[in-house]
């Protein structure tokens, strides 16, 4: 697995093992949770560094330090959950009668936004296949302030050149927002690449064992930094210290658990690949059209835990499928650490038209699985069990990640 950038040259695995580790005598070995709404001052006019934990918490902190820490970057902003950290960053640099282009295979809460909140603020946005550089170039505008990609994308896994899209950004004075939340800081550096912010919802990998919502904003720009942390005292969005305290707890072995989540996830992308019952599957490695150049660039060393796919029979097979799956449980989620299954056309992606979603891939046949720290023959075996059950026929399969 490739290193990260990090304080002191650490690689991730020790920077992230020693987060919040006290140094002094007497220190707690943990960093303790300050679950306390309020702080005292010692006289009117204080300055104390923390004075109310709508607008900042000790607890909350030490995770905003680690999250920039990972990213060779000041303190990140904290928030209640990745919509939060999003929303927030679309009315930290949006007005009136400004433009964003948007990659047209996103999450579905971003695709909401985007079309049915900020429309009434007079915000408009396009969506293009970021994939492929000319029609980012055609979609700017005089106007156009942000371009929005994920990558790899919710659900199918597409893969934007990150550093090719910033530059096209930055020449027309825009920035470049990258929703990294599937590989984390861990598998991939959007800051690195070019982009100017790094977006997550921690409630997945990062946190890692479903118990904690939250979401961040990263940056290495000190104003960009500010301007987040004023809107969020605006509208209330901070993560609850607890929520932080997991969080922080989560991230220490968030190397460890990534490194092994990928690995499985590459066997047994291969594996459902080679079977007769499925007709597409989508995973970096396997894609036929994804440039292996591009994603050796731009991941570490892996490709992450999500798979998606696709089998014949469409809906009907989907359904008795998922429903016959004994370890794989049936949610709305990725990045736990057990592995996890969802048909994104009535979960994920629901508010998201028919047209639109089918226009991206996302088929009523989908599914996404979500590895886990099982054993990968476990899982192969509930996936083997499951694909029994539902006796579908053959169909041809299509290793790509975009089929349009």
């Known amino acids: 697995m490739g290193h990260l950038s990090a304080p002191l040259g650490l690689d991730p695995d020790t920077l992230c093992a020693g987060l919040g580790i006290g140094g002094g005598d007497g220190e707690p070995l943990v960093t303790p949770l300050i679950q306390s709404t309020t702080f005292c001052r010692d006289k009117v006019g204080s300055n104390a560094p923390h004075q109310y934990s709508r607008v900042s918490n000790p607890t909350v902190a030490a995770l905003e330090r680690a999250l920039g ?83 790899p994308a919710n659900p199918t896994l597409d893969i934007t050149d990150i550093r090719s899209v910033a530059d096209i950004a930055h ?58 942390r004023f809107i969020r005292k605006c509208t209330g969005a901070i993560q609850t210290p607890f929520n932080a305290w997991l969080t922080l707890n989560g991230l220490k072995t968030l190397p460890l658990r990534l490194r092994r989540q990928s690995e499985s996830a590459e066997i047994i992308a291969r594996w459902l690949a080679d079977r007769d019952e499925i007709s597409r599957v989508y995973y970096p490695s396997l894609s036929i059209c994804t440039s292996r150049s591009l994603i050796e660039r731009q991941h570490l060393g892996f490709h992450g835990a999500v798979i998606s796919f696709e089998l014949t029979g469409g809906i009907e097979s989907a359904r008795r499928f998922a429903e016959s799956l004994e370890r794989c449980a049936l949610v709305e989620h990725v990045g736990s650490v057990s592995t996890l299954i969802t048909h994104p056309a009535s979960m994920t992606h629901a508010d998201i038209s028919v047209d639109e979603r089918l226009d991206v891939g996302i088929t009523d046949g989908l599914l996404r699985l979500s590895i886990g720290l099982e054993s990968p023959g476990a899982i192969i075996a509930d996936l083997e069990r499951a694909l029994a059950s539902v006796n579908v026929g053959r169909g041809e399969v299509l290793t790509c990640a975009a089929t349009h």
């Open 69 to 151: 820490a990972l990213e060779n970057a000041p303190p990140a902003v904290a928030f209640a959950t990745g919509l939060a950290a999003e929303t927030a960053l679309f009315l930290s640099l949006l007005n009136s009668g400004d433009h964003v282009v948007c990659g047209r295979t996103v999450y579905g809460g971003t695709t909401r936004l985007l079309q049915q909140l900020l429309p009434d603020f007079g915000i408009t946005t396009t969506f293009v296949d970021s994939t492929d550089l000319h029609p980012v170039r055609l979609a700017i505008r005089p106007s156009t302030r942000l371009v929005f990609i994920e990558t």
């Open 171 to 228: 020449a027309a004075g825009a920035l470049l927002a990258v929703d990294n939340t599937f590989l984390t800081p861990i598998l991939q550096q959007p800051l690195d690449l070019g982009a100017d912010i790094s977006v997550y919802s921690t409630t997945k990998f990062i946190e890692g064992h479903s118990v904690a919502l939250g979401g961040s904003l990263v940056s290495r720009d000190p104003t960009l930094l500010e301007r987040f």
